[in-house]
């Protein structure tokens, strides 16, 4: 009897109460991420409010959340909008994630630590139906990344990332044009993978680069509405 109630008492200790506010950033993010809250439309809390069903206060810090996060962007006295990343947003953005990946490649690699949450983080991707909703796309990308940078077992590589994580999933939302499915991310995870796994640390950072590279070109090429005014002339320059 009392290891029973000890068990009951461990399986209640698991349970995670989600507040209302997480709630409602947790679904807001999931609107913004599938491109349902399209960028730069302003989201008035009111309406909001409404929608849910909550009180403006609790609509209003959902919203302050999901603006420190970078999924939302507000001016004082506005309503928030859904940013679009413009060019320097997106370099930036991606160089911060090329220090923070990069080095956590070469730690993984020189330590020869373990990457088995890696390679289901994979398997993961590649078994992502082709219908499936892009948001179920972006966690399965994210997590091959955040897996990895846990692999280098740096604390602070994994804060900075998580730091940074609701733009990379802004970035990926808006890359919806770029890609028809997950196989062609779930093809460049694995080889990414599998370079990792052969210790070639020179190669699989490279790897990684052009990964990111390729990202950058897509977010800012023809396909996408992301490009700064100067990168627009920069392009019909060049044409």
């Known amino acids: 009897m009392s290891d029973r109630k000890s068990s009951a008492r461990q399986a209640h200790r698991v349970v995670k109460t989600v507040s209302v506010i997480d709630a409602l950033a947790t679904s807001l993010r999931e609107r913004i991420i599938e491109g349902g809250l399209e960028p730069g439309l302003p989201l008035p809390e009111p309406s909001l409010a409404k929608e849910y069903n909550v009180a403006r206060p609790t609509m209003r810090a959902a919203i302050q959340q999901l603006t420190y996060k970078g ?16 060019f320097d947003d997106i370099l930036d953005l991606f160089r ?24 289901q983080a994979v398997v993961r991707l590649e078994q992502i139906h082709p219908d499936a909703r892009w948001s ?40 919806r044009l770029a890609y028809h499915g997950s196989s062609h991310l779930a093809q460049e995870h694995r ?49």
């Open 191 to 239: 080889e990414l993978l599998t370079v990792i796994k052969s210790g070639a640390e020179t190669v699989a950072v490279q790897r990684l680069e052009e990964h990111l590279d390729r990202a950058i070109a897509d977010l800012t090429g023809p396909q996408s509405s992301g490009r700064s005014p100067d990168r627009e002339r920069q392009i019909s320059a060049k044409q």
């Open 96 to 119: 911060t994630r090329r220090l923070v990946e990069s080095e956590a490649i070469r730690i993984v690699v020189r330590e020869q630590a373990g990457l088995s949450f890696v390679e």
């Open 71 to 86: 999924l939302l962007y507000r001016e004082a006295n506005k309503s928030a909008v859904v940013p679009l990343l413009a």
């Open 136 to 175: 179920t796309v972006v966690e399965a990308d994210l997590l091959v990344h955040r897996n990895l940078i846990a692999a280098s077992r740096s604390p602070r590589l994994q804060r900075l990332f998580a730091s940074i994580e609701d733009e990379i999933r802004l970035a990926i939302a808006q890359l």
